[in-house]
Nanobody
Framework: QVQLVESGGGWVQPGGSLRLSCAASERTFSSSAMGWFRQAPGKEREWIVAISRSGGNTYYADSVRGRFTISRDNAKNTVYLQMYSLKPEDTAVYYC????????????????WGQGTQVTVSS
């Protein structure tokens, strides 16, 4: 399995921004669609964004559309999640994951997962 390492989480005030990164261990990164999920305490893991292998297609959950942007740099084996206008309800552990599908919002369609990075939005 591909090893994934997320970084960039932290604490931010409401309305602030953060940029998460997810670095993959293998060159086959470019053959996988990538997704970001999040899980808040006491809640199920929630899909929020996905990006196709080439980066040409992106998909967003309604809860983050217009505020979050996913991108990838296949030369660096890295996917990014730029988050703007953060809200307290965005507080969660954020995970990146790889999928052999074109893209998916179903966790079971994802094969490798990172360890997660905590994002806390509060004043």
């Amino acid at each position: 399995q591909v090893q994934l390492v997320e970084s960039g989480g932290g604490w931010v005030q409401p309305g602030g921004s953060l940029r998460l990164s997810c670095a993959a261990s293998e060159r086959t990164f470019s053959s996988s669609a990538m997704g970001w999920f999040r899980q808040a305490p006491g809640k199920e893991r929630e899909w929020i964004v996905a990006i196709s292998r080439s980066g040409g297609n992106t998909y967003y959950a309604d809860s983050v559309r217009g505020r979050f942007t996913i991108s990838r740099d296949n030369a660096k084996n890295t996917v990014y999640l730029q988050m703007y206008s953060l809200k307290p309800e965005d507080t969660a552990v954020y995970y990146c994951a790889t999928s052999d599908k074109r893209w998916s919002l179903i966790p079971d369609d994802y094969d490798s997962w990172g360890q997660g990075t905590q994002v806390t939005v509060s004043s």
